[in-house]
C-alpha cells in the first residue's frame, strides 16, 4: 500500500478526556480525509483537507477539530471524548479531489477509538 | 441531504455461486468506485467508473454503471472464500469540485466452503 500510517492503532480512554488522532502520509497528496466506520452506517466522513491548513467539514464533523500544518501531516483531535465516538477510525489520501476522473482514496490501517 | 443506498446489506452464498451487489443513487453522479474491505481491514480501492453505460470486468468481477449514472452493480461469477468482505460503492455527486465521496453503507458477503 502507499506510505499512509495512523497513530495510535488503537486507544482507550474515558468521557471527558481529549484524544488526537495522526495520520501521516509520504505520498505528497494534496488531499487527506478522516472517516468514521460504524456497524450499519458504513465510513462517514468526518473532516478533509484540501492543502495546508485548508480543511472542511464532512457529514459527521461535530465533536471533531483537525489541523493540517504541513502537507504530510492530518491531525484528528476529540476535545472531550464522548462514548458515541467509539468507532474505527479511517485515514484517506487522494492525489486529487474534483473532475470526472477524480483520483481514488488510499486508505490507512485504521485507529480502533474506545471510550469508556 | 444526498444518499448513495446499497443493497443487499448481507448475502450469503455457497462457495461457486454468484453474488451481486447493487448501489443507487437519487441524483445523477459524476463517477462512481468500488472498494473491498477483507474482515479487520481496510478498505481497498478495485475500481472506478465514469462513462454512462460503462461496463468493466476484473477476472470474475463485472462492474456496470447505468446510463442515467444513478446507479452500478458489482457481480462476482464463481464466488470464491477470498471473496469474503464488505464491497462499498462510492458516489461522487456531479458538479462538485471539491466535493466528497458519498459511501453507501456497503454489502456484506460471506463465503460457505
Known amino acids: 500500500d502507499a506510505g499512509i500510517t495512523q497513530s495510535p492503532r488503537h486507544k482507550v480512554t474515558e468521557t471527558g478526556t481529549p484524544v488526537t488522532l495522526r495520520c501521516h502520509q509520504t505520498?505528497?497528496?494534496?488531499?487527506m480525509y478522516w472517516y468514521r466506520q460504524d456497524p450499519g452506517h458504513g465510513l462517514r466522513l468526518i473532516h478533509y483537507s484540501y492543502g495546508v491548513k485548508d480543511t472542511d467539514k464532512g457529514e459527521v464533523s461535530d465533536g471533531y477539530s483537525v489541523s493540517r500544518s504541513k502537507t504530510e501531516d492530518f491531525l484528528l483531535t476529540l476535545e472531550s471524548a464522548t462514548s458515541s465516538q467509539t468507532s474505527v477510525y479511517f485515514c484517506a489520501i487522494s492525489e486529487s479531489n474534483h473532475g470526472a476522473g477524480a483520483n481514488v482514496l488510499t486508505f490507512g490501517a485504521g485507529s480502533r477509538l474506545t471510550v469508556l | 441531504g444526498q444518499q448513495v443506498m446499497q443493497i443487499p446489506q448481507y448475502q450469503h452464498v455457497q462457495e461457486g455461486e454468484d453474488f451481486t451487489t447493487y448501489c443507487n443513487s437519487s441524483?445523477?453522479?459524476?463517477?462512481i468506485q468500488w472498494y473491498k474491505q477483507r474482515p479487520g481491514g481496510h478498505p481497498v480501492f478495485l475500481i472506478q467508473?465514469?462513462?454512462?453505460?460503462e461496463v468493466k470486468k476484473q477476472k470474475r468481477l463485472t462492474f456496470q454503471f447505468g446510463e442515467a449514472k444513478k446507479n452500478s452493480s458489482l457481480h462476482i461469477t464463481a464466488t470464491q472464500t477470498t471473496d469474503v468482505g464488505t464491497y462499498f460503492c462510492?458516489?461522487?455527486?456531479?458538479?462538485?469540485?471539491?466535493?466528497?465521496?458519498?459511501f453507501g453503507k456497503g454489502t456484506k458477503l460471506s463465503v460457505k466452503p
Open positions: 505520498e505528497n497528496h494534496r488531499y
Open positions: 462510492a458516489g461522487r455527486l456531479l458538479g462538485r469540485s471539491q466535493g466528497n465521496l458519498i
Open positions: 467508473l465514469v462513462k454512462s453505460g
Open positions: 441524483t445523477t453522479l459524476s463517477n
